[in-house]
């Protein structure tokens, strides 16, 4: 912080369990990169390289390493992990992940059917090696799962060994715990956090009338994902209650009855 | 220009008072800042540190060094002038501007409720010593100003001291000045037009078709902000009649007829 | 590729003819022109300099070299074009060409009335020395053309010389090709791709989703325009099946049975 203000809400350091911020990055040159970790470091706990980039990204191992020096876990999006599930390369995956030395792995089944005790299987394994995030969730917005299967499907996943369970919203915001248009599909999300501990959820919220949303309903610690490099600041002004939408969220009520 | 053309709308050089850009920073890098005064410095009259970003701006003094070399002004988003208000600590606000040597800064209560009178007097307090931008307009969709009420706030701040109005859009471009839909509400800027010298008006503009509009409506030299970093150049070419969107603007009858 | 996975689709090696990216820079300075080439400069075939922003693009020569060393080939957008007919300057626009020893030039008609003759005239003259793409398609929604007229356009411009015929979408994705809503006027296209050679047409597909779409309707080696650079690698992830919207496209039918 540049300068104190009184009512700001408390904010864990790094390394933390809770206040996550998942960084998205679909393509960023190393000096990008440099960039971003020049103002946002502190703010940013992990790096996912978005769904199959990794695969074509120059200096790619010069990048992970702009990222981990800065204190950034890197993974790579989950989609690559189930492009070599479906082509029965499980294994060639795991060594992909050792020779980039990545911290962590993201195991989905956005694109694909997996069983969901396979997919628990592969949680466990790589749960032996790396800090996991696996996702709930289908990008196919009519792929319909039950509040019960979300739950259920959550708690196995964090049994086998995830470190956070992920909410999927895709880059765009419109699919799993989003209705269509963007707007938090409440029932579902409190129903999930009536069963699940809060601070094992990462939820996606790429857009900020989402962040905003999350911030309200749980606090400034919610963890949040799929965040934009460039929004990475501006998120954690609406944890601060330093832009309009979380203005009062976290003064005295005195300061509420006489500003609001 | 790089190259000349016939017909072209005249635009002032800087420092000017008409056909002003102001420029949202939410939290570009020190490299990030170089790279956007290199390309738009002469372009942009004003650098706003949006809503509470300064706060949490790592070399936040080198950044506002960069700009202000580039001969941009630089000031805090309204939203902190706020949060330093209603926590009763406006003596420490002016301590901060005076710390950060800024040229300029912003009044507002887009996010609190503030008698107009106390609006007027921070404003006469501030403009003794800077260049003081007032917004007009409530960030909240709901909160309802009539028109009367836009045109005697915007005339009496104007009185108390500030240098421009700014009405209010948000990042978003979806309120104030607008409908929901980010369409402009052109009963109320005309009738704001009518009463209020439209060189103390900074409309604030962050979409592309709102820029076009203002531009059709009031001609190349209109004072626009909420500008992303990234969008000033492609701005200034709507400005010069070099976009699709104002191609026949400014050229004369007789080429319109032709090829219109 | 950082590593090998069977059953992506094979891309050509620049110079290509077919699976193209034209991508638009609107102001980006030299360091961000920089740090696109370093990670993108194999993606991309095209640069253009958007609408009329190359009259107002600081150290233009420089930005021009930079792009031209990594083997993209640099354009002005059709509005310039545009800009200097209207203005009875086709020679001074010849000789701007030359002078910034630009390698393609755009001849469009997307905001100008232009007989379809003169129009063919200009791609011969300019196909003598450069490579000409030419932009069918008014920017104007309003403006109604022909399924007929698209075809007999595209088919005498690549005969008065064009190198590739591009279908107009605007920075928008909501014009030409496309309705207002940004999906794809798919009658048109089918259309137009029967009797126009499909390696001949460039589509401007500014929206994920329309990419996506050109990609499944006509494979990975489908010619796009209007590429934002920061979405080049994501682009390129949708062309090689390893991004949700087409990841199963590229995949043995088996695969697809057990896992779609």
């Not at 978005?50 to 950034?72: D, H, M, R």
């Not at 069963?195 to 949040?224: D, M, R, T, Y």
Request: aromatic share 10%.
């Amino acid at each position: 912080m540049n300068f104190n203000l009184p009512y700001l809400p408390e904010r864990p350091a790094k390394p933390r369990i809770n206040g996550l911020a998942m960084v998205m990055d679909k393509g960023l040159s190393i000096r990008e990169a440099e960039n971003f970790v020049s103002s946002s470091a502190e703010l940013t706990d992990f790096i996912k390289l978005g769904f199959g980039t990794s695969a074509i990204t120059n200096n790619l191992e010069q990048k992970i390493k702009v990222y981990k020096q800065a204190g950034i876990k890197v993974y790579f999006g989950g989609t690559l992990f189930e492009a070599f599930v479906i082509r029965n390369m499980f294994v060639s995956y795991m060594e992909l992940i050792d020779k980039y030395q990545l911290d962590a792995v993201e195991v989905s089944d956005g694109s694909m059917n997996m069983e969901h005790q396979l997919k628990c299987e592969y949680i466990g394994k790589l749960s032996e090696s790396y800090i996991v995030l696996s996702e709930v969730g289908s990008k196919d917005a009519e792929v319909e799962i039950t509040n019960k299967e979300w739950i259920s499907q959550m708690q196995s996943e964090l049994e086998a060994g995830s470190f956070k369970v992920i909410a999927e919203a895709r880059e765009s915001g419109t699919v799993g715990i989003y209705k269509s248009n963007g707007k938090a599909d409440i029932s579902l999300i409190d129903e999930i956090s009536s069963k699940v501990p809060l601070e094992n959820i990462l939820w996606e919220a790429p857009l900020k009338s989402q962040q905003a949303w999350f911030i309200k309903h749980f606090g400034a610690n919610v963890n949040l994902g799929n965040i934009a490099p460039n929004e990475v600041i501006a998120l954690e002004t609406l944890r601060l209650g330093l832009r309009g939408d979380t203005f009062f969220e976290f003064v005295p009520d005195d300061i509420r009855r006489k500003y609001q």
